[in-house]
């Protein structure tokens, strides 16, 4: 699992010790990811599966791509499609993702980059593996994440951020047991580059075996840990998780993770994805490629793309 890693992790900035009045996020539940196939079938860990919408505010979805190691000419990716009222985060882990949009955002990612498209309004967009890849085949393991709008927000214009893994924030654990990686908004004063409608935090985080980290974290947001790869708890009670499993967090000041001293070969170490944010406590809609507010906007939504309000396909991948 490349992501992002450093040399000596003991040169990072160290998070910063809760303070003696903090207090830890209680686990309110576990769940286990169902597997499944995405786009032209590749396969997937529904994260949220089982989860109310009131405890993943502001996010409405979550994939976890792979982790999945192709033979030649077996990677796939998703045909053009639709989206309208939410952001896309794509977050490459291991392997290379293309992405190109109606509006003129496109890319290449690949260990620790990332890709954040504000829908809005409306867009088109495909997600696939360059050509090379398809041919040699390779690892592929990443996350795709769906961060809803505010219904003043589900008609802005487009956006398209490349955030390049060596701009997310690095930090320590006091006792360099783990490696933070902040992606987006702020964690012991350090900030992410992702720029965000919604107030929110991700955070990916490698503890080595034994390792323990308490993260400080918005008495206002929401807490969500999880588990990329390997196996360890949440919480003071040590509620144990592991690959595939989200833990939902209760109100706090911190979240407590740590890792199990024993970990499988292939998991070397305990990989967790840490989300939260400001719930924005409205009305969701949601069907197929789109998050609106109100069923009658779903509606809408379908009528506009089939009369090609959402955008155009460019024209050198018509008929491709």
């Known amino acids: 699992m490349p992501a992002v890693t450093v040399d000596d992790v003991l040169t990072l900035p160290r998070i910063a010790p809760a303070g003696p009045d903090a ?15 995405e786009g032209e079938g590749f396969p997937v860990r529904r994260a949220f599966a089982g989860v109310a919408l009131e405890q993943l505010d502001p996010f409405v979805h979550m994939d976890q791509m792979g982790e999945v190691d192709y033979g030649p000419g077996e990677p796939k990716g998703t045909p053009w499609h639709p989206h309208r009222g939410f952001e896309t985060v794509t977050y490459m882990i291991d392997g290379i993702m293309q992405h190109q949009d109606s509006a003129g955002g496109g890319g290449v990612i690949t260990d620790g980059d990332t890709q954040w498209m504000t829908a809005g309004g409306g867009i088109l967009h495909i997600e696939r593996p360059p050509e090379t890849l398809v041919a040699s085949g390779g690892l592929f393991h990443g996350i795709q994440l769906w961060v809803n709008l505010p219904a003043r927000d589900k008609w802005v214009p487009p956006r398209y951020q490349d955030i390049r893994g060596d701009n997310v924030g690095l930090l320590a654990s006091p006792d360099g047991g783990a490696l933070v990686r902040v992606i987006a908004g702020e964690l012991s004063r350090h900030r992410g580059p992702g720029m965000t409608h919604t107030p929110m935090a991700m955070v990916h985080a490698t503890l080595s075996p034994g390792a323990r980290v308490v993260v400080p974290w918005r008495a206002d947001f929401n807490a969500l840990v999880y588990v990329l790869a390997g196996k360890g708890s949440v919480g003071l009670a040590r509620h144990p998780i592991a690959t595939g499993q989200l833990a939902v967090l209760g109100a706090g000041d911190t979240i407590e993770v740590s890792s199990d001293e024993r970990q499988e070969s292939r998991s070397p170490a305990l990989d967790v994805l840490v989300l939260g944010g400001q719930p924005i406590r409205e009305p969701v809609a949601a069907y197929g490629p789109f998050v609106m507010s109100t069923r009658a906007e779903i509606v809408q939504a379908f009528e506009d793309y089939e009369k090609g309000k959402l955008g155009t396909i460019p024209a ?5």
């Open 316 to 320: 050198e991948h018509i008929g491709a």
């Open 23 to 37: 207090s830890t996020r209680p686990v309110v539940s576990v769940t286990t990811a169902p597997a499944g196939l």
